[in-house]
């Protein structure tokens, strides 16, 4: 009996068309895994393997010292790699500190490092096509999440950087799932998601600061706009304060532990003014004025290529003026609908417009979630039975 479902359910999946989303997503990322390997350096810009994720712990931790990234991914990384610098310390001459990094830093070690953080950035970038599509399927259903699902796992710039061990696709990853945690708790007016959204977002910041950005803006925006439409919160208002209040306050505490503000106070501070000083401004690309941002902007609707094709930005507009003119059936789930466009104008806000970039990972956040209504207009348009559509 057990075999015979398991076998089922194995067919199941296989008969599934996210399994198979995923599977070509997952060949795309695996093709180029091993590039540059073996070495003991690795090609990828600001990538945190093979060399840094063990320091990086290290620094975040140590009195008046600092890391560029915070440590949650580096922390990740160093269980996984456990075996390899278990070795490496094993074969090291001595314990001092200068023969354990000569040893570590030999090619079969560093090649071994780089392979498990491409691995985890893969299997990450797959759990961000998956956690997508599941908003999708919040809003509209099955085939609406295999539609948003399909659409992500097209995007160029997601595929690359399932290949790097840049923490780009960690902290989507984290944040994509604090999203879908927090699309349900408005659709499904079930409180006990803020739990798990709130520690998916302190994952996401503790992985990579400019996580902030989805969430500064867009939380507080969808959380007025729930409000405003659907009588659920109002009638239960102190409950739902309640519990975003206690989960506020336990992620923020435990986003401070984590990222060594309370171990670490005086490094956690150079490391904040390091972020917000030469680390940003020295790179910027526009005036900080509205002159800058138009053509922020301009730059970004005239590279969505980089993304998805041009013709998918036409797309993604219609899929939201069809939400828009959705029947409110369900208030909070209509209102639900508008949470990835809020992510996106969020980190258009919060962060474009502060370290005045756009390079292709800094509007991937964007490229994913509009996603979403991309993969709405698909599903209404294509597969709907309404013959005015």
């Known amino acids: 009996m057990v075999t015979l479902r398991r076998s089922l359910g194995i067919r ?21 895994l091993g590039w540059g390997l073996p070495a003991s350096d ?30 949650f991914h580096l922390l990740i990384l160093t269980v996984l790699t456990f075996p390899g610098w278990l070795a490496g310390i094993i074969n090291a001459s001595s314990i001092a500190p200068a023969d354990i990094v000569s040893e570590f830093i030999k090619t079969p070690y560093m090649t ?14 797959l759990g961000t096509i998956y956690y997508v599509g599941k908003i999708g399927e919040e809003l509209a259903g099955r085939r609406g999440g295999v539609c948003v699902a399909g659409v992500c796992a097209l995007n160029a710039t997601l595929t690359y950087y399932g290949h790097t061990t840049n923490l780009d696709g960690p902290y989507l990853f984290w944040s994509s799932l604090a999203i879908l945690f927090w699309v349900r708790a408005i659709a499904r007016h079930d409180l006990g998601q803020i739990r798990f959204m709130t520690l998916c977002s302190v994952a996401a910041i503790a992985t990579k600061d400019q996580a902030y950005a989805i969430f500064l803006l867009s939380l507080p925006l969808s959380l007025i706009l729930w ?13 739902v304060c309640v519990v975003l209040l206690v989960w506020f306050l336990i992620g923020l505490l435990l986003l401070l532990l984590i990222d060594g503000a309370v171990t670490n106070p005086t490094g956690f501070r150079a ?17 900080a004025n509205w002159n800058g941002y138009i053509q922020l902007l301009k730059d970004g609707w005239g590279n ?17 003026c069809i939400w828009i ?9 209509w209102v639900a609908g508008f949470v990835p466009f809020l992510v996106a104008l969020s980190f258009t806000l919060s962060f474009n417009f502060v370290v005045l970039r756009s390079e292709n990972r800094f509007l991937l956040p964007q490229s994913i979630f509009l996603a979403v209504y991309v993969g709405l207009a698909i599903d209404e348009l294509i597969f709907s039975r309404q013959r005015t559509l």
């Open 12 to 32: 199941t999946w296989l008969l599934a068309p996210i399994f198979w989303i995923l599977f070509v997503a997952a060949i795309l990322r695996l093709i180029g």
């Open 325 to 333: 003119f959705r029947p409110l059936g369900n208030r909070g789930r």
């Open 304 to 320: 969505i290529d980089r993304y998805y094709p041009k013709a998918t930005a036409v797309v993604a507009v219609i899929g939201f």
């Open 42 to 71: 690795g090609w990828d810009s600001d990538g945190i393997a093979p060399r840094d994720f063990l320091v990086g712990v290290s620094k975040t931790y140590v009195p008046g010292d600092y890391f560029t990234y915070p440590p």
């Open 271 to 287: 490391r904040l003014a390091f972020l917000t000083g030469s680390a940003s401004q020295s790179h910027a690309y526009y005036s």
């Open 227 to 239: 409000f405003a439409i659907d009588a659920w919160p109002r009638k239960n208002m102190r409950q």
């Open 112 to 125: 071994f490092f780089a392979l498990v953080a491409r691995l985890t950035s893969a299997a990450m970038s």
